[in-house]
């Protein structure tokens, strides 16, 4: 873990949203809790703390930021042929993308994982020589052989555990389902990688299997997306690299404290994409707990946090629980508070105070449960349930109608025929393509934020 001084770190506040007030024998207790980074790394474009301005400016120094590129080269990626030539040149547009004294590396993926660049079991840093080195390396990738994510995962956790760089990230590109090792075995990967590294996943063409791209970045903290058009692959790489290096502070966690008899009933993430933490939670002390949220940069993001409270007579109040942002210290002792808030519990006769619904926590619940209709209709569709479909996707169009998220509302329009939005009324298109129903699924739990 890096060292950063107070003026150096990026500015963390957290606002709580919320409706306090409950009726007489009321226990549950929900909040919004909007976490904003400001003044990190992509503000201006500014260097990564502790990058040095090239590879041999400051001999010995640590890297900022560690990144490992993982390129599916199975026998697939030949068909068409045009397909492992997009990779080359949008690995090759990542590299690009590198600030000068990150550590990174690429490697191929097939059933098995190879050191692309620079080889040895070790990371390069980035510098005009390297990069031109590793771009040169990608010249000799061809396409043969199966696939066995999950080695290309370990491989990853060993390449940057060789550095020191306290950003540790993953690009993971596939465009074929993950056959040729057992589900257990991806699964066994991904639990000994959490925690250690994030990764974005994303898989090209229409061949892969949405639930195992979705569920890698989703177990490592990163994103999941689809690229159909293997001719996207180099605006997208850009892109997720250029996320990638604007990210600041590592490991950073959401710790909640709670009084005596306050039980947590769930912890989401809720924007900018629904991700349920709940199960994620390390002990952290007497009635605390820590949950995973990655590396963070300039960005703000949105968590749900439901807790259930011992019942209390009219007039009563009480911290439900209170919410810090920590970072781990390097010397391993107490880590550091970037930001706190507090969830209050306040009994009231009020019935107009208690019965009112907080705006914040109104929209997020219909995002989840837009998040969650999508994926149930469509593995009824794809049972050959027709009519539960029907009624799913209705619902999903009736939510994103209603919070405004035009975005899967368009998305929503490539599977059904819409016939009132309002109303949830639609009918299943006979014909569906691919590629619109992947990204549908793929997309499903990309949210939006509250209308102000």
């Known amino acids: 873990m890096a060292v950063f001084s107070k003026s150096q770190v990026p500015q963390f506040s957290v606002d709580v949203y919320q409706n306090e007030y409950l009726p007489e024998g009321g226990r549950e207790v929900n909040a919004i809790v909007t976490v904003t980074s400001t003044g990190g790394g992509t503000t201006g474009g500014a260097p990564l703390r502790g990058a040095s ?45 590198l600030r000068d004294g990150v550590a990174f590396a690429v490697v191929a993926g097939t059933h098995k994982a190879l050191e692309v660049y620079p080889g040895g079991g070790r990371l390069a840093v980035a510098d ?17 052989g199966g696939t066995a994510i999950g080695t290309w995962l370990r491989l990853a956790d060993r390449l940057l555990s060789s550095s020191d760089a306290a950003i540790r990230h993953g690009i993971l590109l596939t465009d074929g389902r993950n056959e ?54 180099a605006a997208d790489f850009t892109s997720m690299m250029e996320n990638a290096m604007g990210k600041e502070v590592a490991d950073v966690a959401l710790r909640l404290w709670t009084p005596v008899g306050v039980e947590i009933k769930f912890v989401k993430q809720v924007a900018p994409t629904v991700e349920d933490l709940t199960g994620r939670c390390t002990e952290a ?13 300039d960005e703000s993001r949105d968590y749900h946090i439901c807790v259930q409270v011992p019942e209390a007579a009219i007039g009563q109040e009480m911290l439900a629980t209170r919410v810090s942002l920590i970072v781990p210290a390097a010397d391993g002792g107490a880590p550091e508070v970037l930001s706190h808030g507090l969830v209050r519990a306040v009994w009231t006769d009020d019935m107009a105070a208690s019965t009112s619904i907080n705006p914040q926590v109104a929209h997020y ?24 479909a029907t009624a799913k996707l209705g619902r999903a169009v009736q939510l994103a109608a209603r919070s405004g998220n035009e975005d899967t509302a368009k998305l929503l ?39 102000k």
């Open 365 to 388: 619940t219909g995002q989840a449960e837009l998040a969650q209709v999508i994926q149930q209709g469509l593995e009824a569709r794809k049972a050959g349930d027709f009519g539960g």
């Open 180 to 233: 040729h090792e057992s589900p257990e075995d991806l699964r066994a990967a991904l639990d000994a990688c959490a925690g250690r590294f994030t990764c974005d996943a994303r898989g090209v063409g229409t061949d892969w299997e949405v639930k195992e791209v979705t569920g890698i970045a989703s177990a490592l903290l990163g994103t999941a997306d689809i690229v159909a058009d293997p001719g996207g692959l």
């Open 128 to 144: 005009p020589a390297t990069r031109a080195q590793a771009k040169e390396a990608l010249r000799t990738l061809t396409a043969g």
């Open 285 to 297: 002390g007497p009635r605390a707990g820590d949950y995973p949220t990655g590396s963070w940069g």
């Open 413 to 451: 329009s490539k599977v059904v025929d819409v016939v009132d939005a309002a109303t949830g009324t639609v009918r299943l298109k006979a014909k569906v393509a691919d590629a619109d129903e992947m990204t549908l699924e793929t997309r499903s739990t990309k949210t939006v934020r509250v209308k």
């Open 53 to 97: 301005a090239s590879a041999d400016a400051v001999p010995g120094q640590v890297p900022a930021a560690g990144v490992v590129i993982m390129v599916d080269c199975s026998g697939s990626m030949e068909y068409p042929a045009t397909k492992l030539r997009n990779a080359r040149e949008a690995t090759a547009a990542a590299v690009d993308t």
